[in-house]
């Protein structure tokens, strides 16, 4: 990394962290009637702390964590105040039927536009105008006409009896063309969706899945994401400002102009990706010092993600560990080359391996000190207000929790009016301890603990740059 200026890590030192929760969760200052989840993340992060100490986590760990997943599967099971998205993960669960429409459903919009396609190869408006009779014209129209009113079962039928007509039979290529349509896996697929749709329990999933929120690709989806879009750009263009209000009071600080930059929608050259991997690839905005070098070259000296919701950052921080591990592999005597927002800049190698410290104390143990080479690089900037009572157990936890084969076992009998016991969750507990795809959820508190240290609010970033 490049040298740092004093005034840059007094800055962030000082800025308040009003995002932060304790390290310890059960120091935490718990609301009344507390909620099942919260004692979930507790019992979860005693387990952890007692595994890393070579311990077996105790009997009063294993109980408060099977007593609160069984209370929060009821909770979620309520009728009218649930969670309508696992009510409906637990209906398929429950009949084959709906398990069947939910994956027919799931690749729909891919069958369409297969099925579109094969259509549009043969009978597209343009070869219509083409065609050598007005019978075939017709047919053609006839076969367009369906497969865009999502006419499925007519559609198949219609590829039959036009294959049949004299004036098709004379056309080889052509009826070729539309047996591919007949022949066509997404068309028996989507007859099979249209069978399935008016069945009730269906009819109960698809409204559960209406309560959670649009169906993918419908318009209300398609506003829902512009809005998401705005809102994130907002917050992008306040994370620039407040860089460059940085950038600034670095410049008067030293007497110099120029010495600072702020890049935004920094993206890793093509050079540094080839293991890019569900690794961060893009940097919101990215404060950069001019290399003493002398070569037009700039050092990295801070890299901030905008996220609109806090819980946006706690998903994120697998892939900005590994976005910051790409980077780190950069060759110290390279310049590279990244694209911006702004315009191309070249980046030396070394600024960038230096991230190879800021990475291996990332992966430490959540502590103040192993986080501090972390904080003094990567921010997540937020403008959403704190909350009186952070969410201790992440949505990604939960939903993993909640979509356990117990769980929905579990929940399946609440469904169909049977009593279920906290200790047939027993198999879940084991899991948390043993299994390698439940670390996630196992260290999901450090995790949340990471992510709320190096986040700071719009306000707070630029009171501290201010005060300084």
């Known amino acids: 990394m490049a040298v740092r200026p004093p005034v840059l890590d007094e800055i962030l030192r000082s800025v308040a962290r009003r995002y932060r929760v304790p390290s310890v969760p059960d120091l935490f200052p718990l609301p009344e009637g507390d909620n099942p989840a919260t004692a979930l993340a507790v019992a979860i992060e005693q387990a952890r702390a007692a595994l890393a100490r070579g311990e077996t986590p105790d009997e009063i760990s294993r109980l408060a964590f099977l007593e609160a997943l069984s209370l929060m599967i009821r909770d979620a099971m309520r009728p009218e105040q649930g969670d309508p998205a696992f009510q409906a993960m637990v209906l398929q669960h429950r009949a084959a039927h709906v398990r069947e429409y939910a994956s027919l459903l799931a690749r729909a919009d891919q069958d369409r536009r297969a099925v579109r396609s094969a259509v549009n190869a043969v009978a597209h408006p343009a070869k219509q105008a083409r065609a050598s009779s007005d019978q075939q014209a017709k047919a053609l129209a006839l076969l367009h006409e369906l497969a865009f009113s999502a006419a499925w079962k007519q559609l198949a039928d219609a590829t039959r009896a036009v294959l049949e007509l004299p004036d098709i039979v004379v056309d080889p290529p052509l009826a070729r063309g539309i047996a591919r349509i007949r022949g066509e896996a997404a068309l028996d697929r989507l007859q099979r969706l249209k069978e399935l749709e008016p069945d009730a329990l269906v009819q109960r999933y698809l409204s559960l899945r209406d309560r959670n929120g649009p169906r993918p690709g419908s318009a209300g989806a ?226 949340l603990h990471q992510v709320r240290e190096l986040m700071v609010h719009a306000d707070d970033l630029m009171a501290a740059i201010r005060n300084r």
């Open 222 to 447: 398609a506003t829902q994401g512009t809005a998401s879009r705005q809102r994130g750009a907002e917050v992008e263009n306040l994370a620039m400002q407040a860089l460059q209000a940085l950038a600034q009071k670095l410049d008067r600080e030293e007497g110099s102009a120029g010495s600072y930059h702020v890049v935004t929608s920094l993206r890793v050259p093509a050079s540094l990706s080839t293991n890019a991997e569900r690794a961060k690839s893009e940097w919101d905005a990215v404060l950069l010092r001019r290399a003493e070098s002398g070569e037009g070259s700039w050092d990295v000296l801070l890299l901030v993600e905008a996220k609109a919701s806090v819980e946006a950052a706690t998903t994120d921080l697998p892939r900005l560990l590994r976005g910051l591990r790409l980077l780190s592999q950069a060759d110290g005597d390279t310049i590279y080359t990244f694209e911006t927002t702004q315009e191309a800049v070249r980046l030396r190698g070394a600024s960038l391996s230096a991230l190879k410290a800021v990475e291996a104390a990332a992966m430490g143990t959540a502590d103040a000190k192993n986080t501090d080479p972390l904080k003094r690089t990567v921010l997540y900037f937020c403008d959403a207000p704190a909350e009186a009572n952070p969410r201790l157990l992440s949505p990604a936890s939960r939903m993993q929790l909640l979509s356990a084969q117990a769980s929905l076992e579990f929940a399946n009998k609440l469904a169909q009016g049977h009593d279920a016991s906290p200790q047939e969750l027993l198999p879940i507990w084991h899991d948390l301890l043993e299994s390698s795809q439940w670390r996630g959820v196992l260290h999901q508190y450090q995790a």
